[in-house]
């Protein structure tokens, strides 16, 4: 179904009679008290209708497949005077509404006018939908959709916390799923039939589509497609396709209003995240199920429940109260009991009001981002702390306020955060620099938000369950954009360790003589580091480092003081300074953007670690064994 039809076109069109006696009865009836105006009839006596035009319909969801409507009607209607001298006649405009009900399981031939009267408002339904027969679902109401569906059909969910079996559930709604294989190219991961008809599946034997008559009722389901598409499991596809049939059969008997031979409904992995104001109908018949499918499976007080009692097992196993510590194993059981992803239930989590659970089962850049907290409702749930390292070197070059303080050293890139530079934050592992663990229990207070949106899918799409959260997992599909936010705040306390950390390397930068060879002189003892040990860290002879100091005339180039700086771990503008010293400067290129990222973000990584970096931009590396490497590689 490509292209959703409306209802109000429908009822425009084959009502029309109908609803033109309706209102032709009641204006002649109510003529002296309906207040028309005229300018030029100033006594009416006669009216006709001369048309009607339907303006809009309200739709009232009601059980089974009956709905109520009210038709909002624009009536042209002409009026008349008349005396022994003149004939006085005009033609006036008058709203109407129609109160109408029907059933759509016998296509609407029941269609009943049961009211006509002036509009003045419209009524507010209980259950009201939309033009295309979909259910308005808010997201704040989405809790109490998902237990209206569980009430019909799986209460004893709603009184303990319990494994939902998709299978049993298919069969309480008396819905046949049968697992196969439906297109080749595993474009479609669920198809629920709501009429009997002839379709086709993909054999894999023969590699090629076979036909295959189809009861109302059944629902196809690939698991091949879910599989690929790393989002959860089987389960989820089930009571996806079931959501469809409990929510949405008015949507398709609408579909079959205006085309008989229409059966199915098909949901594509194709696409991605709309924004709301683009949403279709069909885009909205899969949010709706997208999001109410975790909803069901993981009903959130009982859900809530669960949780708690997990919580305390596991600070007992792990002899821990901190809840970042547990909140993983906690999230992987849940995962296990509801028999759905461990996406999933980390999104159930935070729904649950666990925000710990954002900072956990993060992946970045193909590496794991180890646990973090931080205070409530400090970020947003389209806000993160954590970015990659292609999105932190964009950031650094394009927003002004965060180039600015990465030149003056106040934050640095570790662990996927831009962390205020300060001993408190950040500290040493293994020779690399890595957050303190007050610092990762406090992520708020020492990180930069950042916001975040979806940037765009690989060919499968995505559309799970990302409103409620932008989760990133090891196999997730999702490509994500970074923006430094303009929630960034500095705390009182940084600007006080700042001002003193950067007097001390102003002191320095004053100090530097004019000449390169008499200003990496006074840079190499201000390091405290040897020349042997600045030759292993720059991956630099120490007979180059020697002529280097020594020899005026030589040309230095920008990628050997890159290395001294990387080396030493200069402080970023110090290394600004000598390299205005040895006569280089930064150009608008690639090359150079990732050179500045690495002087302010990577001052306190290894020259291997910026290797790392430039490995991943496809950059040429710096140091001698990297180049050769390199080299060899390409051989």
Known sequence: MKRRHAFNEYVADRFYNEMFSAVKSYAIQNRHSLELYSRVVQNIRYIELSDIKVVNVFVNNQSDQR????????????????????DYDDVVSQWFMLTCSGDLACNLDDFQISSVSVFNKRNFHEKPMSDALVPFIHKEDLEDFATEFLQAHYPEALNAPMYLDPMELAKRMNLDVRLTRITKELSVFGVSFFKDCETE??????????PITIKAGTIFVDKEAYYLRNLGSVNNTIVHECVHWHFHQKAFALERLYNDNASQIKCQVIGGVKDTNDRSATDWLEWQANSLTPRIQMPLNTFKIKAQELIRKYRKILQTFELVDVIEPVIRELATFYGVSNCAAKIRMIDAGYDEAIGVMTYIDGRYVKPHTFKKNSISKKQTFSISREDA????????????????????????HFVFNSPKYITTQNGEPCLTEYARLHIDECCLIFDLKVKSVNKYGETYYTECVLFRDSESNIVFEAKYSDDNKEHKSQAEIFRKYSDDVLSVIK?????????????????????????????????????????????????????????MKLPTTLSYALINKSGNSFSANDKDFAYQFLLTSYSNRSLYECNEFLESLNMPLLGRTAKEMQKNEKN
């Open 511 to 567: 100090s530097l003589p004019n000449s390169f060879p008499d200003a990496l002189d006074k840079v190499i003892d201000w390091s405290d580091m040897t020349e042997e040990e600045i030759s292993e860290a720059a991956d630099i002879s120490t007979r180059h480092i020697q002529r280097l100091r020594n020899d005026s005339e030589q040309n230095v180039t920008m990628e050997t003081v890159m290395q001294l700086c990387i080396g």
């Open 393 to 416: 070197l964009i950031q650094s070059v394009f927003s002004p306020k965060l180039r600015e303080d990465l030149k003056d050293d106040k934050y640095k890139y570790i662990d996927a």
């Open 67 to 86: 709905i109520a409507f009210d038709v909002i009607v624009d009536a042209e209607i002409e009026l008349q005077d008349y005396n022994r001298h003149n």
């Open 201 to 210: 599946y993909y054999d894999e034997k023969s590699d090629s589509m076979k």
